[in-house]
T-cell receptor, first 115, second 114 residues
């Protein structure tokens, strides 16, 4: 069965510092996709970044990068130069053939950026 | 440039009443997904629909919950005889094709059962 684990329920980070949000996953399917979404206090889900299991390079999108370590089954999100607007819940999610390509979600990490 | 539209944003029901949540996917998207988010938790998949067809309802409770995506009009998630445990945020997402990439989410409908 597929599973996503986010071990950090909450994090406080100083503005302008880099942040690493942890995500580990479990699947027996060799083909899968990993996603990170941001959910601000307003409630909407905002797509941040995607990594395919066969992608050779780590995904990057602006200040977001995904530290993909396949052997460890981890897909940590790195946010460089954090901003106050980065304060939100962050969810890691996975899709694979095992899950019939439906997204399996982690419990989320609440990130608070301190000024 | 309308994204995924969900309404109502907030819905209050008493136990035993019915709740209807609507979702209009992004233009050009024919795949719709419903997720439920309980407080302080991640999203849980409920159902995946294409126009007029339920493709996967493995996450949907067997009783009281139903979903449809008619040929014309929005997708509807219907909860009959609501109970307090149904209180949650219900998110709809759409995609152009089956999920192997980005999902576009609505802002969610928050159901409170008194």
């Amino acid at each position: 069965a597929q599973k996503i684990t986010q071990t950090q329920p909450g994090m406080f980070v100083q503005e302008k510092e880099a942040v690493t949000l942890d995500c580990t996953y479990d699947t027996s399917d060799p083909s899968y996709g990993l996603f990170w979404y941001k959910q601000p206090s307003s409630g909407e889900m905002i797509f941040l970044i995607y990594q395919g299991s066969y992608d050779q390079q780590n995904a990057t999108e602006g200040r977001y990068s995904l530290n993909f370590q396949k052997a460890r089954k981890s897909a940590n999100l790195v946010i460089s130069a954090s901003q106050l607007g980065d304060s939100a819940m962050y969810f890691c999610a996975m899709t694979s053939r095992d899950s019939n390509y439906q997204l399996i979600w982690g419990a989320g990490t609440k990130l608070i950026i301190k000024p | 440039n309308a994204g995924v539209m969900q309404n109502p944003r907030h819905l209050v029901r008493r136990r035993g009443q019915e709740a209807r949540l609507r979702c209009s996917p992004m233009k050009g998207h024919s795949h719709v997904y419903w997720y439920r988010q309980l407080p302080e938790e991640g999203l849980k998949f409920m159902v995946y629909l294409q126009k007029e067809n339920i493709i996967d309802e493995s996450g949907m409770p067997k009783e009281r919950f139903s979903a449809e995506f008619p040929k014309e009009g929005p997708s509807i998630l219907r909860i009959q005889q609501v109970v307090r445990g149904d209180s949650a945020a219900y998110f709809c997402a759409s995609s152009r094709a089956q999920v192997t990439g980005e999902l576009f989410f609505g802002e969610g409908s928050r159901l409170t059962v008194l």
